[in-house]
């Protein structure tokens, strides 16, 4: 991992694009702390899990039942 100043980043951004592609981050940071991290762009998408909250998440019998009136009316 490089850290750099903002300054120089500004002044050797293609010599860190070169570092990020060859498998390096870079980490920028403006007055000693972290604002920015380089690392290389992907397309990869996700894996996706079908079924991995599987017996995580469950929809109660009486999700489709009418309220109760009491629930509509306003406290006066």
Known sequence: MT???MREAKSRLSR???DVQAGEEVI??????????????TTKKP???????????WIA???????????FERNS
Do not use: C, H, Q, T
Not at 47 to 57: A, E, N, S, T, V
Not at 61 to 71: C, G, N, Q, T, V
């Open 61 to 71: 019998s009486d999700f489709d039942d009418p309220l109760p009136e009491e629930a």
């Open 47 to 57: 894996i996706r899990m079908p079924g991995f909250l599987r017996g995580k998440i």
């Open 3 to 5: 850290i750099v100043k």
């Open 16 to 18: 860190l694009v070169k």
């Open 28 to 41: 920028i940071v403006s007055r000693n702390k972290p604002v920015a991290r380089l690392v290389p762009y």
